[in-house]
Structure formats: C-alpha cells, structure tokens
Nanobody, 125 residues
Framework: VQLVESGGALVQPGGSLRLSCAASGFAVYNYDIGWFRQAPGKEREGVSTITKGGLNTRYIDSVKDRFTISRNNAENTVYLQMDGLKYEDTAVYYC???????????????????WGRGTQVTVSS
C-alpha cells in the first residue's frame, strides 16, 4: 500500500506542471486524497483535497483559480494541475490519504494516514 508522487520539475514563473499521485495496493476511489506542500524552512501545509467520489474539490486561497485537483479512477491516480506558478509555490509536494470513510477540511496533517515521499517543484527564472 503506497502513494507515489511524480511530475515535479524546475519551471519558470507563469509556467505549468501536472503532478501525479499514483496509488498501489488500494483503490484510490474509496478515499479522499489531499495534496500538501512544504517549502524550505516552513511547515507542511494542505493545498487541495478531492473527495472519494470526485464531486467535491477544495483549495486554499493562495492556489484557488490556479491549481486543479482531479482523479482518474481507471489509472488509480490523483492529479494536481498547477498553472500560473509563482515563486512562492516552490516546495516539495506530497499526496496523502485519509482513513476510509473520513473526510476533512481544512486538510490537517494529523488527519492523513498514508503519505507519499514527495516531488520537488521549483519555480525560478
């Protein structure tokens, strides 16, 4: 049972990236999934969540209208499309899973039971 993030890269301000969170050992459609990020010297923060049915998505204010979370149940993967990237989006991005049947907002770290190892996103000119 694991989550594996990918898609992080070095990108210029204003650019786009799509992060992937591939699940194995369980069906991702049974769980709410969250994306988090941790910038150098800062605490890890929740960025966005998607419910197990995919009907509800939520974002923190700083990424609203720039980031889009989605899921592909056939691929057992959750995505985070990031557009209009800013310097302050630089961080390691993690995906995480809540316990089955639970749903939370805002996304608190303590509510998530399974974490990936992260993927680095660097926004720089």
């Amino acid at each position: 049972v694991q989550l594996v993030e990918s898609g992080g890269a070095l990108v210029q301000p204003g650019g786009s990236l799509r992060l992937s969170c591939a699940a194995s050992g369980f069906a991702v459609y049974n769980y709410d999934i969250g994306w988090f990020r941790q910038a150098p010297g800062k605490e890890r923060e929740g960025v966005s969540t998607i419910t197990k049915g995919g009907l509800n998505t939520r974002y923190i204010d700083s990424v609203k209208d720039r980031f889009t979370i989605s899921r592909n149940n056939a691929e057992n993967t959750v995505y985070l499309q990031m557009d209009g990237l800013k310097y302050e989006d630089t961080a390691v991005y993690y995906c995480a899973r809540v316990p089955e049947g639970r749903s939370f907002w805002p996304p608190e770290i303590s509510n998530y039971e399974l974490w990936g190892r992260g993927t680095q996103v660097t926004v720089s000119s």
